[in-house]
Nanobody, 123 residues
Framework: QVQLVESGGGLVQPGGSLRLSCAAS????????MGWYRQAPGKQRELVAA???????NYADSVKGRFTISRDNAKNMVWLQMNSLKPEDTAVYSC?????????????????WGQGTQVTVSS
């Protein structure tokens, strides 16, 4: 399977910035899409941003213009640069990846989640 490890969360004041990182490892054949989701207490998990292997991106309306997603296909890594953070951005942020892994029967599909990293925006 594929393991995802996130880092970069923490406590930041409103208006501040954080950069989240996610590294994928395992018997990876290809990763087609990587994304960041978040879940605040009492709320459903929501997509924050996603990026394809070709570089196409998609953002939640609430973060457009403030967050930037990027990836390095060769390193199987994705980042989320978060600027102008607001208290409502407080949540557990999780990395997601979808693609194919190597197997004895040829490449097979996978979908994996990281363990999540806490982002708290507060003065």
């Amino acid at each position: 399977q594929v393991q995802l490890v996130e880092s970069g969360g923490g406590l930041v004041q409103p208006g501040g910035s954080l950069r989240l990182s996610c590294a994928a490892s395992g018997s990876i054949f290809a990763i087609y899409a990587m994304g960041w989701y978040r879940q605040a207490p009492g709320k459903q998990r929501e997509l924050v941003a996603a990026i394809t292997s070709g570089g196409s991106t998609n953002y939640a309306d609430s973060v457009k213009g403030r967050f930037t997603i990027s990836r390095d296909n060769a390193k199987n890594m994705v980042w989320l640069q978060m600027n102008s953070l607001k208290p409502e951005d407080t949540a557990v942020y999780s990395c997601n990846a979808e693609g194919r892994v190597n197997s004895d029967y040829g490449p097979r599909a996978f979908g994996s989640w990281g363990q999540g990293t806490q982002v708290t925006v507060s003065s």
